[in-house]
């Protein structure tokens, strides 16, 4: 398959009734050879959710939705060529990681684009999307964790900006392993 031009795909937030192209999009992310190193979640563990999961997802993170936005590059004739999704985190309350939240921020998490969009700028259009939505909402700035080995992303987001800010956190359940805090700030 040959990856069409920029003007041929749309990149758009879901739609929360879209909660079944949301779970495909998932757990074909979660088959990539990198997912061990880009996910803290499973293809079981994924697979296993039952479907009031998925419509929670979806709705969560759909357009109109005030705490997340999921974007998608839709493409003509073809499944969803790529997703993120950007979490709104407040300042004064805790991360996932149980880390204090110091500033109104956007967190970038659930990046994929699949292998033959690679390469064409999709992923430039996901993030542009998405960091505007965050931008949109207040955030002061926008961060997102990469696993310490996953050179391919490490790579692809700081050519759209982020740095390392210093922190780094154990990788959940991967002792010895890490995820550094890349953080893109408001120019």
Known sequence: ???????????????????AAVKEM??????????????????????????????????????????????????????????????????????????PVERRQGHVVGVYVRPEWRGTGLVEELFDAGVAWAWGRGAERVRLFVHEDNGRARSCYRKLGFVPSGVTLPMQGAPGENELELVLVRE
Do not use: K, N
Request: negative net charge; charged residues 25%.
């Open 26 to 99: 998932r757990l074909t992310a979660l088959r990539d050879p990198l997912a061990h190193l880009a996910f803290l979640e499973t293809y079981e563990g994924a697979v296993a959710r039952p479907e009031s999961y998925w419509r929670e997802r979806a709705a969560g993170a759909a357009e109109g939705a005030a705490g997340a936005r999921q974007v998608v590059a839709e493409v003509p004739g073809g499944p969803w060529a790529g997703t993120l999704t950007v979490l709104m985190e407040e300042a004064g309350t805790t991360d996932w990681a149980g880390c």
């Open 1 to 19: 398959m040959s990856a069409s031009a920029p003007r041929d795909r749309v990149v758009r937030a879901i739609r929360a009734d879209e909660w």
